[in-house]
């Protein structure tokens, strides 16, 4: 739930958590891309699982 000031996040534990919102605080919403918009040097956030080798199964890729 959420109003103009705060934002109650549900957490996966059941809990919840109340963040404050600022005039300052960024809201962003991401679309479907493909792996043609990965470039060089663009910064990313993977979230995936560690294989034995280092290497990581990429789940979800987040352009930043």
Same mark, same amino acid.
């Given at each position: !739930?959420?109003? !103009?000031?705060?934002?109650?996040? $549900? /957490?996966?534990?059941?809990? *919840? $958590?109340?963040? /404050? /919102?600022?005039?300052?605080?960024? #809201?962003? $919403? *991401?679309?479907?891309? !493909?792996?043609?918009? /990965?470039?060089?040097?663009?910064?990313?956030?993977? #979230?995936?699982?560690?294989? !034995?080798?280092?290497?990581?199964?990429?789940? #979800? #890729?987040?352009?930043?």
């Amino acid at each position: !739930s959420h109003d !103009s000031n705060t934002l109650t996040v $549900k /957490l996966r534990d059941g809990g *919840s $958590k109340l963040v /404050l /919102l600022a005039t300052s605080t960024e #809201i962003n $919403k *991401s679309t479907t891309g !493909s792996v043609a918009d /990965l470039t060089p040097g663009q910064e990313v956030t993977v #979230i995936g699982s560690a294989n !034995s080798d280092g290497s990581v199964n990429g789940q #979800i #890729i987040q352009v930043r």
